[in-house]
Structures are given as C-alpha cells and as structure tokens.
C-alpha cells in the first residue's frame, strides 16, 4: 500500500528517525534491523498490519491532497477479501484433515472383503487357482471371448461368453489349460474381444476379484490405495464394485 504524501513532521509512531518519509525514500536513515524486519515480514502481513498502514497513510496524508474516499473503501474492501481468504484456507484445511481421516475409518471396514478392479492380469498363487473377474462390454455383441495367455505369451486358455448386453459380463477360469491340465501358478494376462463393434477396436476392458489385504492411505494425489491379493496395489478410483 502507498502513502500519499508526509506531514512536515514526523509521526510517532514510525519506527524510522530523521527527516525521511514512512516508506523509506527520504535523506533520513532508520534502524537497519527494523528494515529488515519489516522485509522479512512483507509475506506475512494480516489484517492488523494492514490496519496499521491504513492509519499510517490517514496519519500522513497531505492535508492538501486528501486520500481519496474511494480509493480508502477499495482499501478496505482489499482487506476484507483477505481476511475472507485466510479464514476459507483454514477452513478447507479441515475439512481435508476431517475427510482423510473419514475416509481411513471407512477404508478400514473393506478388508477382507472382494473387489472388482481394472486389471488386465491376475496372479494365481497355487497351480490351477480359480480367477473371477468381469469384461466391461460397451455395447451389445453377439460374441464376447476372454483370451488367457502366460507370461511368454503363449495361450493358456480362451473363454467363450457368448452374446451379452452393454454392460459387466461376468467370468470364471477354473485354472485349467487348454488340453485340461492345471496352470502353474503366476501371472496370466487377459484380453478381451466382442464382436459387431461399431467405432474404434474390438478390445474390452477386463476386470479382476480379489481380496482386499490391507489399505494405504496416500499423500496429495495418490489417495486411497488396496492391496488386492492376485491384483496388486490398486488405486481406490479403479474399484468398481465391493462384496463380502
């Protein structure tokens, strides 16, 4: 904030000595330490400080040329935004505090519990364990097929769905090879495919069960994450649905 022009004297209660003006521009010196007090502080100044230049600046005002009315309500209505501001940052900051810690309890009661999430492999910790998952159909297809390949890439095994509607088309791999043997436990990727599509390809998102073992709560954008057992650390967005 400016001062519009000095008195002839000087105010007393101005931390600077001499003939100098309030802001510092004159031919007298002041105390370097109140300097650069005043400097460091600049970041910081609230309300009261505000309330203090504004006083100055009344104080010290050219008895010629008057503050204008205005310009000291736009002051004014300067420091009320910022005073609203102050309180509105407070006030979200807890309303964060309260949902993060909402949310920790909340996340709390989902373990144990089965959860569909976006995959598109599963891990099988014993040879011929069961995957369950679903394939987001986009439209409504005559044929849906689930490919399961290995980590080299080879074919594992391939589930026919048959026609289904828009929507979650449920699955089940019971483990089992091609020629009927059990899988040996890893990770298998699966891919999905439906046919009739009407734009781009003919790829369907798929999805995995799994039980969720713990929960981890992230800083900033990272947020909620589960561990999903077969899945992985998965981020809370990419569940789409919870059972017991």
């Keep these: 904030m400016l001062i519009n022009g000095t008195h002839a004297t000087t ?46 600046q009344l104080q010290n005002q050219d008895p010629t040329s008057p503050v204008d009315s205005n310009t000291f309500l736009t002051q004014l209505a300067q420091l009320s935004e910022v005073q609203g501001i102050t309180s509105l940052n407070t006030s979200f900051g807890a309303l964060s505090t309260s949902l993060t810690s909402n949310q920790a309890l909340q996340a709390s009661s989902l373990l144990g519990h089965q959860a569909l999430v976006n995959s598109s492999t599963a891990t099988t910790a014993a040879a011929g364990a069961t995957v369950t998952g679903a394939v987001n159909v986009p439209q409504n297809t005559s044929q849906v097929t689930l490919s399961i390949t290995d980590s080299s890439g080879a074919l594992v095994s391939q589930i026919n769905l048959g026609a289904q509607s828009a929507g979650m088309a449920n699955f089940s791999w019971n483990g089992t090879t091609g020629n009927g043997s059990q899988a040996p ?25 799994g039980t969720v073992e713990s929960v981890s709560m992230g800083a900033g954008s990272t947020g909620l994450t589960l561990n999903v057992a077969g899945v992985g650390s998965v981020p809370f967005s990419n569940v789409q649905q919870i059972s017991n």
């Excluded at 105010?11 to 007090?37: C, E, F, Q, V, Y």
């Excluded at 890893?186 to 369907?204: H, I, V």
């Design 11 to 56: 105010p007393t209660n101005l931390p600077t000595t001499g003939t100098g003006t309030p802001s510092g521009t004159g031919t007298g010196t002041g105390s370097g330490s109140s300097t650069a007090n005043s400097a460091s502080s600049l970041g910081t100044l609230g309300g009261t400080d505000f309330i203090t230049l504004m006083l100055a």
């Design 185 to 209: 436990a890893g990770t298998y990727t699966l891919t999905a495919q439906y046919a009739g599509a009407t734009s781009g390809g003919t790829a369907a998102t798929t999805l995995v069960n």
